[in-house]
Structure formats: C-alpha cells, structure tokens
C-alpha cells in the first residue's frame, strides 16, 4: 500500500522530468512551459473547477477498471461501457418529464444498467464458455459504437446537426447552478460528487464485505475459492457488470454533465484512460480518485500551456504517456529502489565488518 | 582432507528475519552429504546463497579453497556448482537434447542449432553415468523419474563438479528411488559431490556419506552417516526425542459417515479415472487410499469434495445423499478437506493469514455480519489456529501467506479444517514435505480427530504414514479398488503387491 503510493509518485516525478526533457529538446523552457501547464488547471477557481470536472468522467472509468482489475478481469471495453451509459441516460433524459430531483437518479439507474449491460455480456462469456474477457469486452467496444450511433440518428437525433444528440433539457443536466456559481462558471457539476460517493462505495464493498472478499479470492485464485464453495462464476459475471455500471455512470457524467448531448462518430478517449488512471492509482480506490484528478490537471491545463507559449499540447500527451510507462513498469521502479537500499546497507556493512572478516580467516588458516 | 566447497560463518538476514545465522558447511570432494533441516531452517536459503541467488551477509564461500564471490547463478555454473531444483525447469515440448543445450547451444556455421552433436555427447554422458535417457524425447513423454534425470544431465553438460540435488525424492516413487540412489553412487565414483537436500531420514542412512543438520538458522553439527542413527538424526534436527512409531489405541469404529457406491469419474476427456468404486468410512476410524500416484486418488477425492462431477455412483455422508450437491453445502455438511496442492487449492497466497483461515466460513457468524466482514472476530479465530497448530510467520494473523514457509502453509490448512471440526476429514498427502517433527504432530492431531468420533479419509503416497496411521487401508491401482486390509494384519510387501494391482487371494 504505501509502496504502491512511492512507487506511483516516483512515476509521476519521472514522467514530468521526461516532459521537462522533451521541453528543452524541441528548444522550449521547461519552467515556464510547466508553470503555465498547472497555472491552466488551478489558476483560479473556474480553472479548479474545470479540472475536477474533467477529472470525474476518468475516476468513474479509471474505478471500473481498477475494480475488475481487483477481482482478477482485466476490462478493456470501458469506452463502449461509458458510451451505452450515456446513451440510455440520455434517452431516459429526453423522454421523461420529470422534475430535476427525480430525473437525476433514474438517468443514473438507466446509465449503470446501460453500462452493465455492455460489460455483464464478456461476464458470462468468460464464465460459461472461458472467453478472454480482453477479446470479448474490447469488441463489444465496437458493437456499443455503431449501436448508439445508430440508435442516436434514429431516435435521439438533434434537428440541426448530423451528428449529435438532441440537447439534454437543464432538468436533465448533472449541471447545477450552486456549483457553477461557486466555482465562478466553471462546467463543474454534479458528476464529481457522484463519482466521490462511487468511490467510497467501492473501497467499502472491496475492502469490508463478503462479497468484496469473495469477488478478490476467485480474482487471486480460481482453484482455492471453488475449493472453498464461492460460486466462482457468479463471482465473474457480477465482478464485470459491476464494473461495468460504473462505467456506465461514468457516461452519463460525461454525456450528461460534462457535456450535454452525445456526438456520434467518437469512442470516448477516457475509456482507455481508464486504464492508466487505475494503472496510476495502485487500483486501489482512493488512488485512482486522486490519480484521476492528476490527470484531470494535465488535461485541463495543457490547453493553457498551448496558448501562452508554442509549446505543442502533444507535450501534456507525452508526459501522461511516459507516466503510464512508468507506473506500468512499477516493478522496475522497485527494484530500482531496493538496489538503492541494498547498496547503501551493504556500503555500510562492509565499512563495519572489513575487520572482522579478516581475523576470521587467520583463525580458519 | 581436501574440500571441493566450504561455506563458514554464514548469516542471511531478511527483513526481521535471520534465516542462516552462522552456518558452516565443508563438502569433501567424491562424497554424498546431506543437509538435513526442518522446514524454515533455512537450507534452501543456505543453497540458494551457494547457487548466487542471494548473497550472504557475513561469512566466506570456499570452491577448491580458493574464496569466492558468487554474485549470480552464471558464476555459481562457472565454478562447476549446478542444482537441480524441487520444481524442474524444463520445456515441455522440447526434447531432452533442447532443453540440456538451452542457454549454449552448440551451432554449426555460426547460427544453426548442431542438436546432433549435442545429442551424441548427452548419449555418452547418460551412459557413463547410467541415467538411460533417450536424448531425442520429449519432455512431456517421460516420466517425472526420467525428468529429474534430464535435469541432472543438464548440470553434467555443463561440465559441474558440485550437484545440488534439493528434495530430489519428493516426486519419485520407490523404485525411482532405488535408482537416483543408484545414479548418485555413479556419479561419486566419478569424481563428482553432492548435496543432497532432504528431510527424509531414511534416504539419508541409505545414501549419504556424512549430514549437516541445521535448526533455527544454526549448524547443529556434521555427523558420519555410518555410525550415527535416525533418532540421533532427528532429534539433532528437532531439538527434542521424536517417536517414529505413531502412537495409537484400537479404533472403534461406529456408524458408517461416507459411503461411496460403485462410483465412476471420468478424468478429461480420457479414460475412466475411477470405476466402480465402493469404499465406507466409519466414524472413530481412519482408512488410508494406498496407490501408485495417478491411480485414481485425486479423482476420488475431488468427487468426495465435490471438486469433479461424477460420472455415475452415488457418494453418502451420514446416510444422506451428497452425490451432486455444491461445495458449500458439502462443507456445511461436515466435510473438511486437506488438498493435494495446499498452493493452487488450499491457500489464496496473497491473502492474509487470518483472511485464509476463514476462506471456508467467512459468510458466518462472527466472522461477518448482514455481509460486513467483522476483522476482529477474524483475527482471535486466526489467532487461535496459529497458536494451536504452531503456525510460524513473519507479521502472525496478518502476514501473507505467500512470506510463509511450505511446512508453515501446510500447518495453517491443517489447522484450518480441523478447527473446523468436520465429520469427514478428507486429508490428501497432509504431510508432504514437512519434517519429522512437524509429521508427528499432524499424524498425532488426525488420530485425535478420529478419537473424537469422526471419520477420516487418508490419502498418501507415503505407505509408512499410510501403514503408521490408518486403521483400514484400501488399495487402488488403475482406478479400481484392489482391496481393503486391516492395517494391524497387513505389510507393505502385501500392500506393495496390491498396488501393483495383485488381489490378495491371488497375492497371499
């Protein structure tokens, strides 16, 4: 736990050196270029604002990675995941004439089934016939992207574009005004605090439970739980829609906090963050929140950074890029660490043995 | 005289551990000499220190007197040290020729594989030393016998003078025994040393020259295996007087709690793993399943457990049909199981201790609530096996039980069932790997169990525990139950006869 914390930051430090790297090498100071980086995500309050939100849509796809991660399943099919949520919630919030504090929790009912739905299918795949859920789950990406641009042309479509969703009514909006207002106009909304109580729920099933034991016993060892009568294939299939309904409240973050309608034609990119995001944050839970919200700040502040100097926004892409190596590579960092360590303890045995050995070789001679 | 290897004043530390405190051992060159420890004595980290997979704290490593520094296993091959180790490490669909020239291969024109060289020089190696391995078979054809053999051919290719065998017997059976014995007594006469690693007492009498015993971290002394005998052995390596002989009153055997009907299991797609096989277990009565390994064991076991569907038969506990029911309501029902592989069934290794020890009964009270785990109540029951069985690790309760030794993992899933009180004790190979003294113990906990009117069901490849423990034991050979003897008025010539799959009438 706390080794996964050092080994996490030493990969951010690492990735954000390589930045500076890149920085100097295409010929561009490295200090400005990184002050005016975090200056675009914290500089004022609309700014703040602006990252966690960016942030919420990653801590929702980066939970429902680390979570099936946790129960032993690695699912690739978060972007389809997010897009099939937002996509029932938006249906949902385009259909029903409710008032704000009634239409808010069915639309996130409808994007937690929608979610689960698209990820419970390589569940039961895996349980019953053992297919990779990798193979299944990554194609299901690509069944959810026509599925809803499809279903978004025929049902939902917005009048005057091609290629976008009808807007969401403000009753249909994760937005709210409070927040705006406290963070100055940013497009903050309520998905942040959403995904915080998503993150709470999830550390408490995973770490306090029964269930969160049993979902982790078949993700470590298969053989031992069903030796232990935990219904391994159960397990499976509710590990993934679990994961899955996240990511489907992801999307109506995105879709319907964010943003307020869905364009057609795009695979959500914070599917795929998804992975680093969890990568980044040891999969635990609160790691993920906090890494989501790192990512959150390269995200928001290199628009920043591209508009007060000429260094590319591909810069931000890199370092993010390189962080993921690195904290993909934890175990290179550790060891890297513990030969530091064993160096540093052996420099000083040898300094205090150097005696000793040699008096205990005469006495053998 | 002269040594091939000295290792004096070795200490190893681990984090909050001291595994080699001041070991001393010397290998005399054309000698067998065992190093006998009980489990976490720490011989494999000693022999693993002379392979350079770690490097020792303190204290001097000697090869042909001249000091050394073995910074990894290329240098340790270097020096002519080679080890086989417990698991092999070997190719499954390679050839025997490929798996022994990995690493150097030898090539003709600079870039392709010479495999006929090779092979003719591994043919003359296996004859000079009397392995008979066919150099152009595949891994996955030969028997684990044969695949040991491989293993030390490997290290005689590569030319060493020094062989590490580490429980080189574990996997064999008796006869396979017979001929490493035989295989090592060639290759002493041929100049070559050997450390044989092992706790088994017997084959050190049988085979080695002279032992170091090591307990707790500490060279205990090196004896002449000649002169000295088992008990001295064992007690020199548990620091107290073992009995050999299980101690144990008359069974009184009393309802019949399983009973298995004619049952057939179907082992893959395969032939019949087991077939038609009737077997009753009695409370207060312990009946051991004596076999050649592969005979049809495992399958019986597993569709006891409810591990393996069951082709046809019917299985009883109590009376009551349990033939198809699921695992949990099996164990609900009293069964308690010691699985065959403690690592891949047993443990979920990266589990706590105390999260292991509930792995059965975590869903019940105390140890959760409307689904909330309840920590506390699980560590005191943690607790409590850990003392009673004299489990050893690093953190207690929660320490992983991956940082635990085999012995102690062992300790703790014995522990585990038998806490759990189970009508039906299902214990396959319970002592596997462990040392006398740990042996006795879990020998002496069984018998108790069957004292306190339940029933249990021996499996071993062992036949001396299945002989020392058991009241009845039955015999299976190819699937088919051969017969069922009274411990009391059998031995193991009748049971080895039996085995082989003679019926008494015709053995007797």
């Known amino acids: 736990m706390k080794n996964s914390l050092i080994i996490s930051l030493c990969a951010v430090v690492f990735g954000l050196l390589a930045g500076a790297v890149l920085m100097l090498a295409t010929g561009h100071n490295a200090v ?89 299918i390589p569940g039961l795949l895996k349980a019953r016939f053992n297919v990779h859920e990798v193979v299944s789950s990554i194609m299901m990406n690509w069944v959810g992207f026509w599925t809803v641009y499809y279903g978004v042309q025929s049902y939902i479509k917005n009048p005057s574009s091609e290629t976008e969703s009808k807007q969401l009514p403000e009753a249909a909006t994760l937005k709210a005004h409070w927040m705006t207002d406290l963070f100055h106009g940013s497009y903050i909304n309520l998905g942040l605090l959403v995904a915080v109580v998503v993150v709470i729920v999830v550390a ?162 | 005289m002269e040594y091939v290897v000295e290792m004096l004043n070795i200490r190893k530390e681990f984090t909050g551990i001291v595994a080699n405190d001041d070991i001393t051992l010397r290998l005399k060159r054309g000698e067998i000499h065992a190093l006998l420890g009980e489990n976490g004595a720490g011989k494999s980290t000693l022999m693993s220190i002379l392979f350079g997979m770690y490097q020792a704290d303190r204290g001097t490593i000697k090869v042909g007197g001249k000091e050394v520094r073995i910074s990894n296993p290329n240098v340790a091959n270097q020096l002519g040290i080679g080890m086989v180790h417990q698991h092999f490490k070997l190719v499954e669909n390679f050839t025997v020729t490929e798996n022994i020239v990995l690493g150097s291969e030898p090539r003709k024109w600079g870039i392709v594989l010479d495999v006929k060289q ?150 893959g797609r395969k032939s019949l793993a087991l077939s038609n096989f009737s077997l009753e277990v009695r409370a207060g009565e312990i009946v051991g399943i004596a076999g050649v390994e592969g005979n049809g064991q495992s399958d019986l076991v597993e569709a006891v457990t409810g591990l393996r569907k069951v082709e046809s038969g019917k ?71 850990i003392e009673s069985f004299d489990v050893r690790s690093g953190g207690s309760a929660a320490s992983t039980v991956r940082s635990l030794s085999g012995g102690n993992q062992q300790k703790a899933i014995i522990g585990r069932e038998i806490e759990r009180n189970p009508v039906l004790l299902v214990a396959v190979q319970p002592t596997r790997g462990l040392d006398v003294g740990s042996i006795e113990y879990i020998h002496k906990r069984l018998i108790e169990h069957r004292d306190k009117g339940n029933a249990v069901l021996l499996v071993s490849l062992e036949l001396d525990e299945i002989m020392n423990v058991s009241d009845r034991i039955a015999v299976v050979s190819n699937g088919e139950l051969v017969g069922v003897v009274r411990a009391a008025d059998t031995n193991a010539n009748e049971i080895g006869l039996m085995m082989a799959g003679v019926r008494r009438e015709a053995g007797a």
Request: positive net charge.
């Open chain 2, 118 to 267: 090779a092979g003719k020089k591994i043919e003359e190696l296996s004859k000079r030393y009397g392995l008979n391995v066919d150099p152009y078979a595949k891994i996955e054809e030969i028997s684990v016998g044969m695949q040991q053999r491989v293993e030390i051919l490997k290290m005689l290719y590569r030319k060493a003078e020094v062989l590490i065998l580490d429980e080189p017997t574990g996997v064999l059976t008796p006869q396979e025994i017979q001929e490493l014995g035989k295989i090592m007594k060639n290759l002493i006469a041929e100049g070559k040393s050997i450390i044989l690693i092992t706790h088994k007492l017997k084959e050190i009498k049988e085979f080695a020259d002279r032992c170091t015993v090591i307990r707790r971290g500490k060279t205990i002394g090196t004896v002449d295996v000649a002169p000295t005998s088992e008990t001295a052995m064992a007690e020199m390596m548990v620091g107290r007087q073992v009995s050999f002989k299980v101690q144990k009153t008359e069974s009184d055997p009393g309802k019949v709690v399983l009973k298995v009907d004619s049952l057939t299991v179907r082992s």
């Open chain 1, 204 to 365: 408490f099933i995973i770490n306090k439970t029964t269930f969160g034991y049993e979902l982790k016993a078949v993700g470590h060892n298969r053989d031992a739980s069903e030796y232990a009568g935990i219904a391994v294939n159960r397990s499976i299939v509710f590990s993934m829609a679990i994961s899955g309904a996240i990511a489907g409240l992801g999307g109506v973050a995105l879709y319907a906090g964010n943003a307020s309608n869905i364009q057609i034609g795009i695979l959500p990119s914070q599917g795929f963050d998804g992975i680093a995001v969890s990568l980044l944050g040891a999969n635990n839970p609160l790691g993920v929140l906090l890494s989501a919200i790192f990512f959150g700040l390269l995200y928001s502040g290199r628009g920043f950074m591209n508009a007060m100097t000429d260094i590319p926004p591909e810069i931000a892409d890199s370092i993010i890029a390189i962080i993921i190596y690195f904290s993909a590579t934890s175990i290179m960092i550790e060891r890297l660490i513990r030969w530091l360590i064993r160096r540093r303890a052996n420099a000083k045995l040898n300094a205090s043995q150097d005696g000793k050995v040699k008096s205990s070789h005469v006495e053998h001679d």
């Open chain 2, 315 to 385: 299985i009883y506990l109590y009376g009551e049909e349990i033939t198809g029911i699921p695992v949990r309501d099996r164990i609900e029902s009293g069964i308690g199981h010691i699985p065959e592989d403690r690592q891949r069934r047993g443990l979920v290794l990266d589990y706590s201790l105390g999260e292991n020890m509930v792995l059965e009964v975590y869903h019940k009270e105390p140890f959760s609530r409307r689904g909330i785990l309840q920590k506390q109540a699980i560590r005191k029951y943690a607790d409590h096996i």
């Open chain 1, 32 to 120: 400005t270029g990184y002050s005016y980086l975090f200056q675009g995500g914290l500089k004022n309050p609309e700014r703040i604002g602006n990252t966690f939100a960016t942030a919420s849509p990653l801590i929702f796809s980066g939970l429902a990675v680390a979570f099936a991660f946790r129960t032993g399943l690695f699912n690739i099919g978060v972007a389809g995941q997010l897009l099939v949520g937002g996509f029932c919630a938006s249906v949902v919030g385009l259909n029903l004439d409710l008032p704000k504090v009634v239409l808010l929790p069915i639309m996130l009912i409808a994007g937690a089934l929608g979610g689960a739905l698209w990820s419970v």
